[in-house]
Structures are given as structure tokens and as C-alpha cells.
């Protein structure tokens, strides 16, 4: 137990057990933490990190120009099946003027199709109205 909360050489984890400790109590169904628990998912973190970082790493540019960047982690999560839950947190980036020309044409084809969708339903009306006249 004293290399767990120890700072020294021989901690077993990387990661620091107080913020972990932190975010699982910032659930409100925890209202305990127990310290192995603790440990256990502070490793936990620890290995899933290194084992995306190194599927980025191997899959993306970075043997290219022997490093990892966030375009390799962002491509990764979007590709890759088992790091798709990470997509939200790891977007690709974009210029913001190339950003302002997408809401723009989601807002023109929104418009556009507002109107089709006024026009069937007219359409609709009319067909209905037809029928009952017979």
C-alpha cells in the first residue's frame, strides 16, 4: 500500500490516484472508494491509453515522422471499431472558416428540405381531398 500513494521510483502506476480517486467519486453512485479499486482502475487507464497511443502510433502517421500526433489519436477513433465510443471526444479538426461553410449548407439543405417536406404534405392534402370527392 505505501507504493501505491508513494511518489517514488517504484510507484505502479503512472497516473495519479488522487484524480482518479476524484472522478470516480464525482458519480453519484459511488459513495465509496475502495483502494484496490483504486489501483485497479487507475492500471486499467494507464494500459488503455498506452494501447490506444500505440494502435495510433503503429496505424497512423507516426512512423512516418516518429511521433504521435492528435490527427493519428482523432483518425483512430474514427476508423477503428473498438475506439468509435472515443469519436465525440476525439473530433477531427477542422478550420473554423471550413467549419461556418458547413453549418451554412446544413442550414440551406434544412431550409430546402422544410420546403419539400411542405410541398408533400400539400400534396397530400390535396390526394386525400380527391378521394373523398368520388
Known sequence: AARLSGGGENRLVSLPLSRIRVIMKSSPEVSSINQDALFLTAKATELFVQYLATYSYKHGR???KSALTYS????TAEECETFQFLADILPKKIL???YL?????????GEVGEDE???EDDDEDESVGEDAGS
Do not use: I, T, V, Y
Open 117 to 119: 417536406d411542405e410541398e
Open 72 to 75: 493519428d489519436l482523432s483518425h
Open 96 to 98: 473554423a472558416s471550413k
Open 101 to 109: 461553410k458547413m453549418l451554412e449548407k446544413e442550414k440551406r439543405d
Open 62 to 64: 507516426g512512423k512516418e
